[in-house]
């Protein structure tokens, strides 16, 4: 059974800090690895994705993989109060290369 | 107009009818999928199909049922709904194989459905 795990929140942090939400995966042959952010209500939107050890950074956003580890992670530099969302992650083995998702991370960003 | 295109946007019915929900494409992309979210439970996959001969179910495929008309076209129905089916479901579509791998996911808007 696949599995990928995030702590589902709410995580709450202050405008213009850091944010990091994490991710783990079970399938230790999962090769890509895609951060979704969903606002309440609306569909999930693509933001980032990586799948190659190490960081890949987009603007505000850069997403970590330790495939060692097993590890997933978005950062969130400079978090406005419209980056308040839920993040989910997900990650997509070959075969049927249908993705497995994670529940989500509540994000708060306060003023 | 929206890539992946989800009508209704809301639906209220009674339990026991059969509702369809429509999702359109113009990605150009062969797979689609049914995805339905509810609170804390995340996204259960439903149904998906990888060109218009291919149907498969997903996790929960239960008390549903698809139909690929087109490459563009796939339409999910209940056939007797019930309250628990009360959900947020969407449609998505993606890329073939190593570009699914590369390009995740493109989603509808979404319909929010309730069946008192």
């Known amino acids: 059974q696949k599995e990928v795990e995030q702590n589902s929140g709410p995580l709450s942090v202050p405008e213009g800090a850091i944010a990091s939400l994490n991710c783990t995966y079970s399938?230790?042959?999962?090769?890509?690895f895609f951060w979704y952010r969903q606002y309440s209500g609306k569909s999930p939107e693509l933001i980032m994705s990586?799948?190659?050890?190490g960081d890949k950074e987009d603007g505000r956003f850069t997403a970590q993989l330790n495939k060692a580890s097993q590890y997933v992670s978005l950062l969130i530099r400079d978090s406005q109060p419209s980056d308040s969302a839920t993040y989910l992650c997900?990650?997509?083995?070959?075969?049927?290369?249908?993705?497995?998702f994670g529940r989500g991370t509540s994000l708060i960003v306060h003023p | 107009d929206a890539d992946v295109t989800q009508t209704p946007r809301n639906r209220i019915t009674k339990t026991g009818k059969r509702i369809m929900l429509e999702c359109s494409q113009t990605?150009?992309?062969?797979?689609m999928y049914w995805y339905r979210q509810d609170p804390g439970l995340g996204l259960r996959l439903i149904y998906y199909?990888?060109?218009?001969?291919?149907?498969n179910k997903g996790e929960i495929s239960d008390g549903y049922s698809v139909s690929r008309q087109a490459q563009a076209k796939f339409s999910l129905s209940l056939e007797s709904a019930i309250p628990n089916q009360t959900a947020l479901y969407f449609c998505?579509?993606?890329?073939?194989?190593?570009?699914?791998?590369?390009?995740?996911?493109?989603f509808g808007s979404g319909t929010r459905l309730t069946v008192v």
């Open positions: 998505a579509t993606s890329d073939d194989g190593q570009g699914a791998l590369g390009y995740g996911y493109t």
């Open positions: 399938d230790r042959v999962s090769q890509s």
């Open positions: 990586i799948y190659s050890n």
């Open positions: 997900a990650a997509v083995s070959g075969g049927s290369y249908i993705p497995t």
């Open positions: 990605k150009g992309h062969d797979r």
């Open positions: 199909s990888f060109d218009v001969k291919d149907i």
